[in-house]
């Protein structure tokens, strides 16, 4: 079964560094997906991507966040200056996205913590 | 942004009860749900969806329930079993391509 991938698992950083968490999505789907959850707290829409471009994004994602495509393949999302408030699960999705509403497909996450 | 919620945070249950989860959507421009299942330090899994223009759908264990008329969404599990304990998340989609999640309720299966 296709799934997306995301990379690292787990990421440990120090306040104020960048970290780049990348995410590899199911082939053939259109549309990408940045989403965060905080310890016990829902899942919170970043960004959506679609053709090569940011199509929506939410008030959390600020100047501080940028997404990627750098190939084919590999979708990115770069945090620069991590502050404590960070420090999340961040999960990558993807659906195909034609003709009509589709399944999400969730990566296993990446967990940040910021300290 | 779009309030999705959950009526009860926690619910616990015996293994082989039938569970009942329960959520309350804002946006009745909403045409597309789905119910997502999240293990402990995993990303949401799908169980099921359901389009706007249906009111039930059943899947393997677990059917699905949408009232447009009061906006609420239901998740019922036949048969619990242990493995079903997770939290379990609806989202909600007015475009097909963008989804708002609820907070999610925690199930506990007994044994």
């Known amino acids: 079964e296709p799934e997306v991938t995301q990379t690292p698992s787990h990421q440990v950083t120090q306040m104020g560094q960048e970290v780049i968490l990348r995410c590899v999505p199911i082939s053939n789907h259109l549309y990408f997906y940045w989403y965060r959850q905080i310890l016990g707290q829902k899942v919170e829409f970043l960004v959506s991507f679609y053709n090569n471009e940011i199509s929506e994004k939410s008030e959390i994602f600020d100047d501080q966040f940028s997404v990627e495509r750098p190939d084919g393949s590999n979708f990115t999302l770069k945090i620069r200056s991590t502050k404590l408030e960070d420090s999340a699960m961040y999960f990558c999705?993807?659906?195909?996205?034609?003709?009509?509403?589709?399944?999400?497909?969730f990566g296993e996450g990446s967990r940040l913590t910021v300290l | 942004g779009e309030s999705v919620g959950l009526h009860l945070p926690t619910l616990s249950v015996q293994e082989g009860d039938n569970s009942i989860i329960n959520c309350a959507y804002s946006n009745s421009a909403s045409d597309y749900f789905i119910w997502y299942k999240q293990e402990s330090g995993k990303g949401p899994q799908f169980i099921i969806d359901?389009?706007?223009?249906?009111d039930k759908r059943q899947g393997q264990r677990v059917t699905v329930l949408l009232n447009k008329t009061v906006k609420h969404l239901s998740l019922q599990i036949a048969a619990t079993q242990p493995g079903d304990s997770a939290v379990y998340f609806c989202?909600?989609?007015?475009?097909?391509?963008?989804?708002?999640f609820g907070t999610g309720t925690s199930l506990t299966v007994i044994p």
């Open positions: 999705a993807s659906i195909l996205g034609i003709s009509g509403p589709g399944e999400l497909f």
């Open positions: 989202a909600e989609s007015p475009t097909g391509n963008q989804f708002y």
């Open positions: 359901i389009r706007s223009n249906m």
